[in-house]
T-cell receptor, first 112, second 111 residues
Framework: AQSVTQPDIHITVSEGASLELRCNYS??????LFWYVQSPGQGLQLLLK??????LVQGIKGFEAEFKRSQSSFNLRKPSVHWSDAAEYFC??????????FGAGTTVTVRA | KAGVTQTPRYLIKTRGQQVTLSCSPISGHRSVSWYQQTPGQGLQFLFEYFSETQRNKGNFPGRFSGRQFSNSRSEMNVSTLELGDSALYLC??????????FGSGTRLTVV
């Protein structure tokens, strides 16, 4: 069955430390891949996307993600976390351009 | 450039009533899709419209319907509301090959 898995429900990280959020997908073909961030009560903001080409993708707010076809993964990273990065992060995939399938999300808490 | 606009932001309805939510996409975007977000089920795809045609539909009952107008604005309607319909409803617009931009959502509470 097609699925998107974010193994970590909640991650706590110290301000200034690095962050990595994991995402694995299970689809027959390589999908389009996205990472979104959501602050409480808000909509989703696109951090970055991968359609094809270079497997290391740079996004907004200092985030990057790496697509690894052999591992069916698209992990999100940030070298140094700021307190404003506390939010919920969603990995999403699309087989075509019509529909996004989301992971369950990872909540990031940043401690001072 | 204006983003995706959803109205209203908050809504309280009674069981059995119906509700209509509105979404204005980014100018030039012809694809509009709708998602339901709940704590239990997460983000689930409702339907997607392109040039006034529904191209894809999620696994929701027929009480959930939508449409798109010639100016790409979209509405979704939920009839005979149930308590379980309480959710954040998110609209996204897309320009082919450029990803999906989401609005701030409509928070629907059914009492």
């Amino acid at each position: 069955a097609q699925s998107v898995t974010q193994p970590d429900i909640h991650i706590t990280v110290s301000e200034g430390a690095s962050l990595e959020l994991r995402c694995n997908y299970s689809y027959g073909a390589t999908p389009y891949l996205f990472w979104y961030v959501q602050s409480p009560g808000q909509g989703l903001q696109l951090l970055l996307k991968y359609f094809s080409g270079d497997t290391l993708v740079q996004g907004i707010k200092g985030f990057e993600a790496e697509f690894k076809r052999s591992q069916s993964s698209f992990n999100l990273r940030k070298p140094s976390v700021h307190w404003s990065d506390a939010a919920e992060y969603f990995c999403a995939v699309a087989i075509n351009d019509y529909k996004l399938s989301f992971g369950a999300g990872t909540t990031v808490t940043v401690r001072a | 450039k204006a983003g995706v606009t959803q109205t209203p932001r908050y809504l309280i309805k009674t069981r059995g009533q119906q509700v209509t939510l509105s979404c204005s996409p980014i100018s030039g975007h012809r694809s509009v899709s709708w998602y339901q977000q709940t704590p239990g089920q997460g983000l689930q795809f409702l339907f997607e419209y392109f040039s006034e045609t529904q191209r894809n539909k999620g696994n929701f009952p027929g009480r959930f319907s939508g449409r798109q107008f010639s100016n790409s604005r979209s509405e979704m309607n939920v009839s005979t509301l149930e308590l379980g319909d309480s959710a954040l409803y998110l609209c996204a617009s897309s320009l082919a090959g450029d990803g999906y931009t989401f609005g701030s959502g409509t928070r629907l509470t059914v009492v």
